[in-house]
């Protein structure tokens, strides 16, 4: 499976169908612009956007409640 995915990255340079559907999941849960990327060695970053202190605190109260 991570084979397939990196040659994906590698042939396409882009990101790999799975994660464009983990990043639009991620999306709809925390109801805010998520942005994926991915290096031909398999490393990345998950970035969620806030557009000021409130959409901050709401991701912070999304968090919490994951905790338990």
């Given at each position: 499976?991570?084979?397939?995915?990196?040659?994906?990255?590698?042939?396409?340079?882009?990101?790999?169908?799975?994660?464009?559907?983990?990043?639009?999941?991620?999306?709809?849960?925390?109801?805010?612009?998520?942005?994926?990327?991915?290096?031909?060695k398999?490393?990345?970053?998950?970035?969620?956007?806030?557009?000021?202190?409130?959409?901050?605190?709401?991701?912070?109260?999304?968090?919490?409640?994951?905790?338990?």
């Open positions: 499976f991570k084979a397939h995915i990196l040659t994906q990255l590698q042939k396409k340079n882009r990101l790999p169908e799975e994660y464009n559907e983990l990043k639009n999941r991620l999306a709809e849960v925390f109801r805010t612009k998520v942005e994926m990327t991915c290096s031909q398999g490393k990345g970053k998950i970035i969620l956007s806030f557009a000021n202190e409130e959409e901050l605190e709401h991701l912070i109260s999304l968090f919490d409640r994951m905790k338990g």
